[in-house]
């Protein structure tokens, strides 16, 4: 191995450095104030746990991107978390006997075998909010809100957010009683938008024409809200839990137009992104310039059930490092105060007076003056001196 390439990070493992470090805790900080002052209470998840436990009732894809090893105490296989939700929903169904709903939130780093998408981090910081206990319509409007306002509280705008509803697919596929196999093929061919091969596949392997032409239409509903409309009439002889994951979609729509006016909403009825694990309605924001969803979630209910309590459950989470990258908010450094490193009783009382009322005081570490690039490295605008009469002053660089 060069000597040069010791020092390389793995592909997609990067480091934060100042001031973008600083950005990402401020960012991290007024989130969570964000959270705390709706309800939320914070969580803190291992980062590491057994395997088994970790990946229960949870999907193929998080397994796949789950890193496995051996633990040395008890010989078990243990994972490092690729996602959050199922350990705060592990934590609601096993420790926190709430009977009402129970608000948590958490921002925690998450590590990926591989990378989600293209220029995406394997070791994302992960900030949500997930709510259990309710089922109701009003939960998951809560939560769409909530994930906007995140955003805005990161300077990130303008959004874009798109609403579907993963019972709508599920229940035709449920009615044309597909075999798992069968339902893996036509979930792939849905999920590439590739509307050729899922008509062809549709033909062939679904005898009754009327839920083959359904799932045909429901793959192309995507766009505003008139995208409704034309579901009311593709789907008009669904299946009743069909026609009530529409009526859920549309009051969810319809209340989130209301609590965000300005905000442009789209729809995609088979977006399918977290089939394996969602089960309503799911949402996610995008923002131009950045080609992925910023922030994703939706509903849940059954997750809890593995854990021994199903509750109804619903979240989100981004990726704060993204965020961070996305936002326009301005974080800098503060400007400092140079010290002096003397052992001197008045100026030590000085400095900590000063960084008690939050200034940042540097002690000047060097023999010799500072000189003019030392001060700009600090950041220093101000330093503390003798004063001519003794005792020690704040003057103007
Ligand atoms: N953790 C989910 C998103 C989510 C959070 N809460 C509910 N869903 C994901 O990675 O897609």
């Known amino acids: ?63 796949l991107h789950t890193f496995k090893l051996t633990d040395q105490m008890s010989g078990r296989m243990m994972g490092l978390r690729a996602d959050i939700t199922p350990q705060v929903a ?8 709430r009977n009402g709903p ?7 780093s998450v590590v990926h075998t591989r990378p989600r998408g293209l220029l995406t981090s394997r070791v994302p910081i992960r900030i949500g909010a997930e709510l259990f206990g309710s089922a109701s319509v009003s939960a998951d409007v809560e939560l769409i809100v909530l994930m906007s306002r995140t955003l805005s509280q990161a300077g990130i705008g303008p959004q874009h957010i798109v609403l579907g509803h993963v019972g709508l697919f599920r229940g035709l596929v449920a009615a044309a009683e597909l075999e798992a196999e069968q339902e893996a093929e036509l979930f792939d061919a849905v999920q590439r938008k590739a509307f050729a091969d899922i008509d062809i596949w549709l033909d062939e392997q679904v005898e009754n024409i009327n839920l083959a032409r359904m799932l045909k239409g429901l793959c192309r509903l995507s766009g505003d809200i008139t995208v409704l409309d034309e579901a009311e009439q593709v789907l008009a002889h669904a299946p009743p839990q069909v026609r009530q994951a529409l009526d859920e979609l549309r009051k969810t729509a319809e209340a989130v137009q209301k609590r965000l006016p300005d905000h442009s909403l789209g729809f995609d009825l088979s977006e399918l992104r977290g089939y394996q694990y969602h089960t309503g309605t799911v949402f996610a ?70 960084r008690r009322q939050g200034e940042v005081v540097i002690t000047h570490l060097d023999e010799g003056e500072a000189d003019a690039a030392l001060l700009k490295e600090l950041s220093c605008d101000r330093r503390i001196v003798a004063a001519p009469e003794g005792g020690w002053q704040l003057v103007t660089i």
């Open 1 to 63: 191995m060069k000597s040069a390439d010791r020092w390389l990070l793995p592909e997609g493992v990067e480091e934060v450095l100042p001031p973008q470090a600083l950005k990402l805790e401020t960012l991290r900080r007024d989130i969570l104030d964000l959270y705390q002052s709706w309800g939320y209470e914070l969580v803190v998840t291992p980062l590491i746990e057994y395997l088994d436990s970790l990946l229960v009732g949870s999907s193929h894809d998080l397994d």
């Open 90 to 97: 592990r934590i609601d169904a096993r420790n926190m006997h």
């Open 102 to 108: 129970a608000r948590l939130c958490y921002a925690d």
């Open 285 to 354: 924001a995008y923002t131009p310039g950045y080609g992925r969803a910023v922030a994703k979630g939706g509903r849940y209910d059954e997750i809890g059930q593995a854990y021994g309590r199903a509750r109804p459950a619903s979240g989100f989470d981004a990726d704060l490092k993204i965020l961070a990258r996305l936002s326009s908010l301005e974080v800098r450094r503060p400007a400092s105060i140079l010290a002096p490193d003397e052992d001197d009783a008045a100026l030590q009382t000085m400095v900590e007076d000063l």
